[in-house]
């Protein structure tokens, strides 16, 4: 099956690593990642402000390719889903938003929100199924103890983003059983790592970065896994706790046997 | 032709302030029919009525028509005035220019126009009205109270002492409700056990009050004074009338790993149980849910040890049809289900707990014979942190909009109690307001601050983080403007309560009206607070609102007058305004026989004279006046007009819609 | 502007009704960035209702927001103080050479690994 894919920016250079092996993978579960064609930037940010229109509206065409290709829109990096699944939910509920995005595009039929937008874990869930995912593990991470990080773009706000259960998810808890590894589930995984804080200042960075890497590591964890590059970017750069983090398609691809090839 | 007095109400300034009433009362002057018309300032004290009466006797009156508030509010009250001064009470017609007018108008020309016109509609109907005469119907002198916790426990035995018999419906297998659950109570703090438990002796005992324990209501029928309702006894597969209650069968049963739900899943009970040592009734229960032999077919354990031969393992649910005269509603409360709330890691520390379970935990009779233990490790706690407003005043969706009245007062308790007995213990409260209005209520919190030195913090916790053998709780501290953070070793969270979920549906069996928060509605938030808007249901405890003991106890005796002034009465004076077919024009097509909520229309065959001399036998419908409430559904149902509502009738509507539309 | 034509200009941008709240702090209790504010988050919603826009706007507090969303996600009200401070530091940064980032200070910030996202996302929240 075939399904639109936006990879972002990030995805192209820093975190090519997160992007290959997401695709490597998706093939090998049958499932082809059909980049959008001219995607731009999604901002990295949702702006709240109802006056806010242009900056929202490359998340719009994205969307809108997908719509006419009659596809489910998957994405991977966290702050494009945040970014893209809100500006959907915008379009589909903020007539005024709506109408104003629609005269900016000027399109032939005006785009009210019809995209179904899903985080590749999502569709690893939904689409490919955790059962079926476990029987294609070819490699699996035994006794391998993981714990997941979510940061907060995956699943805040929850009504909108609608993954999980935004204070206690258990999606990417549930990837790692399926790859055969053992999950940790511990209280910090879904707060900040500080996020772009970093520019201006590390050492605000750090202290979260650092709580929740201690969190994890008191929980037991080994190894931490995250779908977001600036998460991945924060713990391990900022954060000081000796644990190795790894976006979650490494392993994913690891485990189904086509990291190397 | 009517004479007809017109009289308008200022009610102080709710009315005349937006409603000019003179212009109202000058300009219904000059309707048809209309003889005199006035206006005075409080139309329903005893003067409003006397102007009333001597117009009725000075000018002949036949009609009256009253611009006032609701006829929910003062109908009652200007008929039995007409009904003194000699004309049937059913003539007189209300125009509501209060709550339909000058309440929700701001533009007094506006309103003054409007009320005119609600009044020359009131005045097109007495032109068409009839004297109406009401019969009676008997009622029969027995009570059911629905639910048997303190609530419904003392509106049964006030009832009783009165000398009428009750019947108690507990769902449970054991009447005491939450109380029974309950260590001590706010603010004498005398323990809970030590005073509910003589009164579930005094239910048990009492020759008028019949226990129907692991029973549900099933069916309601009827009206005000004759319900007939329908009781499931669940088969609890021991014979009620010959176990001894001696609970040997409770101990030997080989099912060990059942969660007991009187200690909130917090330790284990059989699959054969009584809840608690007090239990009334004190017999013995199979929950059939976990019992290997009801499973299986194979144990048979209880059978065997049991030497009163009270096993029945063939035992199925029953159905028993009682008739009764009042229906007192106390299903009472629980706390909600927090799993929208798991930023305080409810459900992955078994070390945060429900205020509910910390009860239960501080109870002799719990699951730590009533030390104060840890449930992950059974340590003792040495930092206990207390959250308040866990789902109550929450307006986000999660959980519920109102005070939930209760927490503000357990919490003191729990946190001074604690201190009391653990004075190594760190006790901390969170809160964002302390709502202490009650009989020594505010001087109890106070004590728990001054002379137990529980820390009480303006602010509300963020997230509590399991972290090792703690739960590190993330707080602010408003008042110092700091986020603090405590290293717990338990943290008690104040869950908002609810309505029983067996309300909703036992409302709808009543017609019995409900809130968006399925708490039932009183008749009057202010006058009438312990009946329900439907005759003859009546409202006892939390079911109605958020409660503590002393005020659940106050109005549940409140009920039980309530329901004594009904019992005592032989007969009821039943509703004139009811349904009447006229058998000429029924064309026997049973339409409103199906839409009637009451069970009042019958079809009877009758014979017919025909204009040759021969006689046909039509089948038409009968109306029984005692049972028809007046809802006017089957006047709607009818396809060809021959059903009409006595005092509501086509022509009357049609002649007020015609008075607003002219 | 006035101080309430500015309030009344983040009431609309950030659609937050400010009167909804009952003061409980639950979003201060919950907020990562607390102890790097000078203003924390239940203050701003106070204060947006007292109309103290301007002393808000002059704070560090609004670029030490991590739009994190976790008071938004446990406010009891539906409040939502996040997309308040959002709206202000937007009103801050739209003003006239009041650009928080200046994009000849990006290279000195660089290192190797620094994902593009964290400069788009800075760039977002702290210019026009």
């Known amino acids: ?261 | 032709m009517q004479k007809i007095g017109v009289f308008v109400c200022w009610c102080g300034s709710n009315i005349a302030a937006t409603v000019d009433v003179k212009r109202v009362a000058e300009a219904l002057s000059h309707e048809n029919g209309v003889v005199y018309s006035t206006d005075y300032q409080y139309m329903c004290s005893e003067a409003g009525q006397n102007l009333i009466k001597d117009a009725i006797k000075t000018h002949g009156l036949t009609g009256v028509v009253v611009c006032s508030c609701s006829p929910r509010m003062h109908e009652n009250t200007f008929r039995k005035a007409c009904a003194l001064a000699g004309i049937n009470p059913y003539m007189v017609e209300i125009a509501n220019i209060r709550e339909q007018c000058s309440w929700i108008h701001k533009d007094m020309v506006q309103a003054t126009a409007k009320a005119i016109i609600l009044g020359k509609a009131a005045i097109a109907k007495v032109h068409l009205n009839a004297p109406l005469t009401a019969g009676t119907s008997p009622v029969k002198k027995r009570a059911l109270v629905i639910g048997g916790g303190i609530a419904g426990i003392q509106t049964a035995l006030d009832i009783a002492e009165a000398g009428f018999e009750v019947d108690i419906v507990e769902k449970k297998p054991t009447i005491g409700g939450k109380m029974s659950q309950i260590d001590k109570t706010f603010p004498t703090l005398d323990c809970a056990a030590c005073i509910l438990t003589p009164k579930m002796v005094d239910v048990a005992q009492n020759e008028l009050i019949n226990i129907y324990s692991y029973s549900e209501v099933s069916a309601v029928k009827g009206f005000v004074g004759n319900f007939t309702v329908t009781i499931k006894k669940k088969a609890r597969y021991v014979k009620e009338d010959v176990c001894t209650g001696c609970g040997l069968c409770t101990e030997k049963c080989p099912q060990k790993k059942v969660p007991n739900e009187f200690n909130l899943g917090m330790d284990n009970r059989r699959a054969i149980y009584i809840p608690f040592a007090q239990a009334v009734p004190k017999v013995a229960t199979i929950d059939p849910e976990y019992c290997t032999k009801l499973k299986t077919g194979k144990c048979g354990v209880c059978e065997k040890v049991c030497t009163a031969k009270a096993i029945d393992y063939n035992q199925k649910d029953e159905f028993i049809e009682r008739e009764y005269g009042a229906i007192v509603v106390a299903t009472g409360f629980n706390p909600i289900d927090l799993k929208d709330y798991d930023e305080y890691a409810y459900s992955q520390s078994p070390d945060v707990v429900t205020s509910l379970e910390f009860e239960r935990i501080t109870n002799a009779a719990g699951p730590t014979a009533g030390k104060l233990l840890r449930p992950s490790d059974g340590k003792h706690p040495h930092t206990i942190v207390f959250v308040q407003c866990v789902g109550s005043r929450d307006t986000s969706g999660c959980g519920k909009p109102y005070c939930s009245k209760i927490c503000c007062m357990y919490t003191a308790k729990h946190a001074m109690l604690t201190r009391e007995k653990y004075p190594d213990t760190e006790v901390y409260v969170f809160y964002i307001d302390v709502r202490t209005p009650g009989k020594s209520f505010d001087e109890f919190y106070r004590r728990a601050v001054e002379e137990y030195g529980v820390h009480y913090i303006k602010g509300m916790v963020g997230k509590v983080a399991p972290e090792g053998d703690k739960l590190m709780v993330q707080a602010s501290d408003l008042i110092a403007n700091e986020q603090l953070n405590i290293a717990a070793d338990m943290v008690v969270l104040a869950a908002a309560i609810e309505p029983d979920k067996s309300a909703r549906p036992l409302a709808t069996m009543l017609t019995a009206s409900m809130d968006t928060n399925d708490f039932f509605t009183e008749a009057h938030p202010k006058l009438r607070p312990v009946e329900s808007p439907t005759a003859g249901v009546f409202l006892s405890g939390a079911c109605q609102g958020p409660k503590d003991i002393p005020e659940t106890v106050s109005q549940a005796s409140a009920a039980a007058s309530k329901v004594i002034g009904l019992l005592v009465k032989d007969h009821l004076t039943c509703n004139p305004c009811v349904a009447e077919s006229n058998e000429l024009m029924c064309n026997g097509c049973s339409a409103c026989e199906k839409v009637c909520p009451y069970g009042a229309i019958t079809y009877i065959d009758k014979e017919f004279r025909m204009p040759d001399r021969t006689t046909l036998v039509r089948r038409v419908a009968s109306v029984n006046p005692a049972v028809c409430q007046g809802c006017g559904a089957c006047t709607v149902a009818c396809p060809s007009g021959a059903m009409d509502l006595k005092g509501f009738s086509n022509n009357q509507i049609m002649a007020e819609v015609d008075a607003i539309c002219k | ?128």
Request: charged content about 25%; hydrophobic content about 35%.
């Open chain 1, 1 to 261: 099956m075939k399904v639109s894919y936006y990879p972002g920016c990030t995805l192209k250079t820093k975190a090519k690593e997160l992007d290959k092996y997401g695709r490597k993978s998706a093939e090998a579960l049958g499932i082809t990642l059909e980049e959008i064609k001219n995607w731009q930037c999604c901002g990295g940010a949702f702006t709240c402000a109802s006056d806010e229109i242009a900056t929202k509206l490359s998340s719009v065409r994205a969307l809108v390719e997908a719509k006419e290709k009659g596809q489910d829109l998957v994405t991977l990096c966290s702050a494009c889903h945040n970014v893209i699944k809100r500006t959907n939910a915008a379009m589909k509920n903020d007539a005024d938003f709506a109408m104003k995005a629609n005269n900016y595009m000027k399109l032939d039929t005006p785009y009210y929100g019809e995209t179904n937008v899903i985080h590749y874990l999502e569709m690893l869930r939904d689409t490919v199924g955790f059962d079926e995912l476990a029987k294609k593990v070819v490699n699996p991470l035994k006794g391998k103890k993981i714990a997941a990080y979510y940061g907060c773009l995956l699943l805040r706000p929850g009504k909108v983003m609608a993954m999980d259960n935004p204070e206690n998810p258990r999606i990417i808890e549930d990837f790692i059983k399926a790859i055969g590894a053992e999950p940790v589930v511990y209280p910090y995984r879904n707060e900040c790592c500080g996020g772009y804080i970093t520019l201006e200042d590390k050492t605000i960075a750090a202290k979260k970065s650092n709580k929740v890497l201690h969190s994890a590591k008191v929980a037991g964890a080994e190894m931490v896994i995250t779908a977001c590059p600036l998460c991945l970017y924060n713990l391990q750069k900022n954060g000081t706790e000796d644990l190795p983090v790894v976006y979650f398609t490494e392993l994913l691809a690891e485990a189904l046997g086509v990291k190397e090839d």
């Open chain 3, 1 to 128: 502007m006035t101080e309430l034509q500015m309030k009344e200009q983040v009431l609309r941008m950030s659609g937050v009704d400010p009167l909804k709240c009952m003061r409980c702090g639950k979003c201060s209790g919950t907020c990562p960035s607390y102890d790097e504010m000078e203003y924390h988050p239940h203050e701003f919603v106070y204060m947006v209702e007292k109309g103290q826009i301007s002393k808000l706007m002059a704070s560090d507090s609004i670029y030490k927001c991590l739009s994190c969303m976790a008071c938004v996600e446990r406010c009891p009200r539906g409040v939502e103080p996040g997309k308040l401070v959002e709206a202000i530091r937007l009103l801050a940064v739209r003003r006239q050479g009041a650009n928080h980032l200046k994009p000849d200070d990006i290279p000195a910030m660089l290192d190797e690994d620094l994902p593009q996202q964290a400069i788009v996302t800075a760039f977002r929240k702290y210019t026009k």
